[in-house]
């Protein structure tokens, strides 16, 4: 079924992946991405949605500093990016969403592919492939860890299917290319804008998170977690710290105070928590007691009550640490994620209908995973409204974690998860 388009636009999807991959942006920054996803789809028929008419500008979260904004504009500008785009992204109302309608009676069928990248500086060790086939990241200091370049370049496939096909299927199609997943802090923005409330079936995926084999996917992804990250400051007095340390209000100290006893959160016996501090900044030098810190961090929890519980813990801990060391603390929610519940009847009709692709070689029921997405909210929206959702994984050997310098994964698993997501298209009556 249809294994002639994939094999025509395999080396496209791998162009588009390698293409993004090199020029990655950080969430609600993603400029040039937006721009070049957008003039794709514009090419290929379709209906877009940009800046504020795409998302909710008031649901976004953990906007990135004024100041890196407009760095980041500027460098969109100069790079090519048409100011008619800017205008409508400016402030961090990057990604967009795509429309097809083909006027024929049908179901409403809905897809989110993140767009955004890590800080992270990617390894130009010869050995890793986007360095050895010179893909690598041309941003100091930004990378696609997580595979979102590969999402996306998904995305534009099926965009690609669904315009070349547009005579044969029925029905409606949105497709949503999130901006700000890492963090959470995108797809609430989105869903708040209405785009899924009357979708009747919802896909999502990711590439790898376990390592599998390509050819391998999976139905739905039982485990991820409600997770709220916060920014906490912390405000002392810096003193010189041989002359007159008592003078001093040591901000360092009290988010290593806070970071110690975070740890500490006791387990809840209802099910998975978790905790990390992610980042830590204080201090201008050894004679100086340091009269500023920040500290970043997240909590986790299996069930919404047990986030609650994180989140209530963490916050008093922060709090009692800036009591102890008599300097003032500000907490600021940067993101959040929901509890996801795939819909398991979708099991048995993914399966029929990938039983057919010559590239999908498996179909697993479920594999359980214990990260965050914010693509919870979406579907959550879904299944609020009477549609079916899930949240699939595409296989691929993982020589490196999510989030490692040298990450990358198996472009063969682009192929494998446009070609089943074709199939869902074609099984589920939309033709």
Known sequence: MDSSFIEKIAPQLIKWRRTLHALPELGFMEYITTYRIGKELEQMGFELYLGKDALEENSRMGLPAQADLEAQEKKARDWGVEESWLDQMRGGNTGLVAVWDTGRNGDHVGFRFDIDALPIKESADPVHRPAQYEFGSKEENVMHSCGHDGHTAIGLGVAQYISSREDQLKGR?????????????????????????????????????????????????????????????????????????????????????????????????????????????????????????????????????????????????????????DVSCTIEAVGVTEVVVCDEELIPKITEWCASSELVKEVLPSVPVSGSEDVSFMMNRVQKHGGKATFMLFGTKLDYPHHHPQFDFEEEALLVAVDAYIHILNGGSAI
């Open 173 to 325: 199609f949105t497709l949503l290319f999130q901006p700000a997943e890492e963090g959470g802090r995108g797809a609430r923005a989105m869903t708040d804008k209405g785009w899924l409330d009357d979708v009747d079936y919802f896909y999502s995926g990711h590439i790898g998170i376990k390592s599998l084999p390509v050819g391998t996917i999976a139905a739905t992804t039982p485990g991820f977690l409600a997770s709220t990250k916060y920014n906490a400051y912390f405000k002392g007095v810096s003193s010189h710290a041989g002359i007159n340390p008592e003078l001093g209000k040591n901000a360092l100290l009290a988010a290593t105070t806070a970071a110690n006893n975070l740890y500490g959160i006791p387990r809840h016996h209802d099910g998975v928590t978790r905790v990390n501090v992610g980042k830590l900044a204080a201090g201008s030098g050894r004679n100086i007691i340091p009269g500023d810190s920040y500290m970043e961090i997240e909590v986790r929890g299996e069930t919404p009550e047990i986030a609650q519980y994180m989140a209530e813990k963490a916050t008093r801990i922060i709090q009692a640490a800036a009591d102890m060391h």
